[in-house]
């Protein structure tokens, strides 16, 4: 259904009509659907000549033909299946609300937009134009402060949504008392050099946070670096803790254990030209449990005029989407100098100004040395941690920095003794 076909039964509140009937582009209704427009030419007369602050649509209807009581049966039928039969069924009440705001929106925005054209050319007044920047500004401010929603007083529920016994927790112990379980709102970025472990950890959390989740909620994985075959397999390897030597010999107890495990909830989506509009309609569609960029510098969609403000522009956008959808896991580089070092910093991410590292509530760094010996050491380091935790947590290690052990074979971490 069209918005402004959609929306037309709550203008037949008069509070309603005056407040977003100007809003309605009459001409964009004419063109796209003509039996509309009459409707709408309707709906104005019915407000001028009738005294009423609500109508039904059995009013407006009835009104509505006794304006054209010379309609051919053909054009009757066809109104009354485009219209009329459409806009008696019950609509929801959430979508209406945001429509009506994204019309109001959208009159203001192209109201504004000529006004200013015309200054531009020196055909309008700037105050005038300062003046219905104002205006719209009530305007779209007075269609949302009642619907206001303040954080709760509650301590139990402040307890329970922050430092409770609730969120993912890790596949790692060390990291479960470092940083606690993952919940709604949490943003964090995992960096290292290439070849690293980035994927590995991403793999292992990822399928071990799947055995978690009690609904059918997804875990989405955009992928835009490593192939993305390549990279579910080791998401196997993880959720199975097996190489790909059994994998290959167990083919069908592989692919069965892997479901029960993780119920199939790792939807990995994989390309190299994924975009931030794109990430937002399938979260929007899905309503994830949890969000994986892999890697996050890499999305598209943003642009600045120095790479820095794109990076700022694209973490902030991500934090967003930990605060709208669900805990969200970034990946990025570690740059050239951080190549051998065993505890990195944040100054060693890639492209780090001042916006990745303000942008998150967590940050964790994994180093690798390149000694003899030390090929499957990791070095991981909490550069930053702004998580609550929970009851299993020690506030005195939030930012510590610890040794793991790699295991390339099964693509999984463990904890060093």
Not at 27 to 38: I, S
Not at 324 to 338: N, R
Not at 374 to 392: D, P, Q, T, V
Request: hydrophobic letters at 40%.
């Amino acid at each position: 259904m069209i918005p402004e076909l959609a929306i037309l039964p709550e203008l037949l509140d008069r509070n309603s009509y005056k407040q977003y009937r100007r809003s309605v582009n009459l001409a964009n209704v004419k063109n796209n659907m003509k039996n509309l427009y009459g409707v709408y030419l309707t709906l104005d007369k019915l407000m001028e000549t009738v005294d009423s602050e609500r109508f039904t649509v059995d009013d407006f209807e009835a009104y509505y033909w006794l304006q054209y009581p010379m309609v051919k049966k053909d054009e009757r039928e066809e109104i009354q299946e485009t219209v009329w039969t459409k806009i008696r069924i019950p609509p929801n009440e959430a979508v209406v609300e945001q429509l009506l705001r994204e019309i109001n929106t959208r009159a203001f925005a192209a109201d504004l937009a000529l006004r200013s054209f015309d200054v531009s050319i020196g055909k309008g007044s700037f105050v005038e134009l300062l003046a219905t920047m104002q205006r719209g500004s009530d305007v779209l401010l007075k269609t949302t402060d009642d619907k206001v929603e303040f954080v709760t007083d509650n301590l139990d529920d402040l307890l329970n949504r922050t430092v409770g016994d609730g969120g993912l927790s890790w596949p790692l112990k060390s990291l479960n008392v470092r940083l606690g379980p993952l919940r709604s709102g949490d943003m964090g970025v995992v960096f290292a050099r290439p070849e690293v472990g980035k994927t590995t950890f991403l793999a292992q959390t990822a399928a071990f946070m799947a055995t978690q989740i009690k609904d059918e909620a997804p875990i989405l994985w955009f992928n835009n670096e490593e192939r993305g075959e390549k990279v579910k397999l080791r998401i196997y390897q993880a959720a199975l803790g097996r190489d790909i030597s059994w994998i290959l010999a167990n083919k069908s107890e592989a692919a069965k254990n892997f479901i029960g495990s993780t119920g199939g909830r790792i939807k990995l989506i994989d390309s190299n030209l994924i975009t931030y509009d794109f990430v937002e309609r399938l979260c929007d569609k899905l309503r994830p449990a949890l969000i994986v960029f892999d890697k996050l510098d890499h999305i598209k969609g943003f642009a600045a005029e120095r790479k820095d403000l794109e990076l700022e522009t694209i973490y902030r956008w991500f934090r967003d989407l930990a605060k709208q959808f669900a805990p969200c896991i970034g990946v990025c580089h570690a740059d050239g100098s951080a190549e051998g070092t065993k505890w990195l910093t944040m100054e060693h991410m890639d492209n780090a100004k001042t916006a990745k590292q303000a942008t998150a509530d967590w940050i964790l760094g994994i180093g690798q040395t390149h000694d003899e010996g030390m090929e499957y050491a990791r070095y991981f380091h909490l550069c930053k941690n702004k998580l609550l935790g929970s009851s299993e947590t020690n506030p005195s290690l939030r930012h510590d920095r610890w040794a793991v052990i790699i295991k390339p074979d099964t693509a999984t971490y463990e904890d060093t003794k």
